[in-house]
């Protein structure tokens, strides 16, 4: 299976800062149909996830555009462009190039 | 609007069979795909497997056949049926429209006699 690392494991800000998260993945997660199907998720507490961004860099719909995606291959970044307070949970990054899908271990956004 | 909805008992007994229904709205089961993934408190998340669009089923194998996902287009129903349980089955179980862009409220699950 393909193991997603995420770095940090937990990334506390101040708000307005901008942070970034990072996904490696184990293989190359570009799909034989030119797609690279990695995607951001963030889980609020006591909530269900939420897609952030799709296929890499993709803004899902209603989703502020201070998130930002960018990678290719095995190595993938979210940006978060000025945090603000509704912003805190944790992050997840999901591949589903290769069955069976995987997700990161999360990276938890705190407030400094 | 698009909605999922998931149900099923809070309280499964070790060795039996846990049976989930995903109740969808707001799209339909043969134009979209659906998946299920757990969660165990405090911890990532875990893909279980999916029902397409077509009516086939991928699963994950660390399920080994054990789990078993079906639906009905007519009630806009997938199901997920799971045997054996055990106590490292406790935890959320989801089910969400892929590409994950709608997830349901979640159902929790404990397995314990």
């Known amino acids: 299976d393909v193991v997603l690392t995420q770095t940090p494991p937990t990334l506390s800000a101040t708000i307005g800062q901008s942070v970034s998260i990072s996904c490696r993945s184990s293989?190359?997660?570009?799909?034989?149909?030119?797609?690279?199907?990695l995607h951001w998720l963030l889980q609020r507490p006591g909530q269900s996830p939420q897609l952030l961004i799709y296929l890499v860099s993709r803004l899902e719909s209603g989703v502020p555009n201070r998130f930002s995606g960018s990678g290719s291959g095995t190595d993938f970044t979210l940006k978060i462009s000025g945090v603000e307070a509704e912003d805190l949970g944790v992050y997840y990054c999901?591949?589903?190039?290769?069955?069976?899908?995987?997700f990161g271990g999360g990276t938890k956004l705190e407030l400094k | 609007q698009v909605q999922l909805k998931e149900s099923g008992p809070g309280l499964v007994q070790p060795s039996q069979t846990l049976s989930l229904t995903c109740t969808v709205s707001?799209?339909?089961?043969?134009?979209?795909?659906v998946h299920w993934v757990r969660q165990h408190s405090g911890k990532s998340l875990e893909w279980m497997g999916r029902m397409w669009s077509d009516g086939d089923t991928s699963y994950n194998s660390a399920f080994t056949s054990r789990l078993s996902i079906s639906r009905d287009t007519s009630k806009s129903q997938v199901f997920l049926k799971m045997n054996s349980l055990q106590t490292e089955d406790t935890g959320t179980y989801y089910c969400a429209r892929n590409p994950l862009d709608y997830w349901g409220q979640g159902v929790m699950v404990t397995v314990s006699s």
């Open positions: 999901v591949q589903g190039t290769h069955a069976p899908w995987t």
């Open positions: 707001g799209f339909s089961l043969t134009s979209y795909s």
């Open positions: 293989q190359s997660l570009l799909h034989s149909n030119g797609n690279t199907y």
